[in-house]
């Protein structure tokens, strides 16, 4: 079926196809296997019929891994441009988002300046001396070695959930922890860090999956180093902010409670990851970190790239932009290592609209100022968190509908 009916892919999307097909042989023959065989116990007659099935898709994705490095790929050279009009089509229809692009870009553009600006004050106050790549440097020099990431990652864990109950942050519905480990090799196509969680309507799992991606074994020292300096120490903390707690992790311990039917299936971006993205500033203003700004250049670092992501997206779509220009704009403009800059700007061909992490920080922002205006005196934070989060992941323009009844302004 692939081979008939993928004709002309970009170069980005059959890069991504290789890398999707050889971790998928891995699992097939490794990961899988040792499953079975516990899974099956002391039937023979099971794993047999098991080991005949694994042996074809097996072979059928060695088959595949080959025809997209040996012919596939040599001749992939479409385009990953969806336009204007389909880019802004696009948000309007997932985000309900209802501006110009105009108007799109120049929101980002300033957001990136203000960062900018946080981020190089706040690493005069670490070494005044130094300029803020320098600073960043000495930061990001601190990561565990490839094989230690899942125990560090672990270890931010209670740290984070234990300031939401101590600030009163938001109310946490549920005493399970999420579960870490390495990213599936399958499932590695560009991000560094994930959140895999039952659905809404499940009864029985209650376990969910917060995944980090080590680098690949067969890279180069150089890429593997650029790549671990995105785990550093300090940007850890932020990162399980945004997938555990008071992030992904706990949309998903909410998900029973969303109202109704649709709020429990449907999700958008702005809100989803907006407040994840959110959650990382709100918390380093609350105090996380007790005021050290070494843990607020980190957050601001992974605004940046979030920053760069929203206009970076929009010019590979709508300006021409290739991925060099955008691997280029997220070293210049983001301070991002070449090889997060790459996996960075290739994400943004088949994620167009990846903007929805700043543009639902923004919304949610505003949101909360026109709350805090219209409960006066009776408003607090939790209160505003846990109204939030309970009404599930629909656009931001519903939610204020919903939490400022008779509401018409704008989301931005």
């Not at 692939?2 to 891995?26: H, Q, R, T, W």
């Not at 909360?368 to 009404?391: M, P, T, V």
């Amino acid at each position: 079926a692939m081979k008939a009916n993928v004709e002309n892919p970009p170069k980005e999307f059959a890069d991504l196809g290789l890398i999707v097909a050889k971790g998928s042989i891995g699992f097939f023959k490794t990961d899988l296997p040792a499953w079975a065989k516990e899974a099956a116990g002391t039937d023979a007659k099971l794993l047999a019929e098991f080991e005949a099935a694994n042996k074809a898709v097996l072979a059928a994705f060695e088959e595949a891994a080959v025809w997209i490095e040996k012919d596939l790929l040599p001749r992939a050279k479409g385009s990953y441009a969806i336009g204007a009009d389909t880019f802004m089509k696009k948000l309007q229809a997932e985000e309900m988002l209802d501006i110009t692009m105009e108007k799109l870009l120049a929101v980002g553009l300033m957001n990136l300046k203000r960062d900018q600006e946080a981020f190089a004050a706040t690493a005069r106050k670490i070494d005044p001396k130094k300029k803020p790549a320098e600073v960043l440097a000495a930061l990001t020099d601190d990561h565990p070695k490839p094989e230690d990431l899942v125990p560090a990652t672990r270890g931010t864990i209670e740290r984070c959930r234990k300031f939401l109950l101590e600030k009163k942050i938001v109310s946490i519905p549920s005493e399970v922890r999420p579960t870490i480990l390495e990213t599936p090799p399958f499932m590695r196509t560009g991000g560094f860090a994930s959140m895999y969680t039952p659905g809404a309507y499940e009864t029985k799992a209650t376990e969910a999956f917060y995944y980090v991606t080590p680098p690949e074994t067969d890279w180069e020292p150089r890429r593997k180093t650029e790549h671990m300096r995105a785990f550093n120490r300090t940007t850890l903390e932020v990162l399980t902010i945004h997938e555990a707690y008071p992030g992904h992790y706990l949309q998903f311990q909410y998900a029973s409670q969303f109202p109704t039917k649709v709020r429990k299936l449907y999700s958008c971006g702005s809100n989803a990851e907006g407040w994840a993205h959110y959650a990382e500033q709100m918390c380093i203003e609350e105090g996380y970190g007790d005021g050290d700004p070494k843990v607020k250049l980190a957050q601001l670092y992974d605004a940046l790239l979030r920053d760069c992501r929203y206009i970076v997206g929009i010019k590979l779509h709508t300006e021409g932009w290739t991925v060099e220009q955008g691997k280029r704009f997220f070293v210049e403009e983001g301070y991002q290592e070449p090889e997060i800059a790459f996996q960075e700007s290739r994400r943004g061909t088949y994620n167009p609209t990846y903007l929805y992490y700043t543009l639902g920080k923004l919304q949610i922002y505003k949101l909360r100022e026109d709350y805090k205006k219209a409960k006066g005196a009776e408003y607090s934070l939790e209160k505003f968190h846990n109204e939030f989060i309970r009404q599930g992941s629909i656009p931001i323009k519903l939610i204020r509908k919903r939490m400022l009844p008779g509401d018409t302004g704008p989301t931005l």
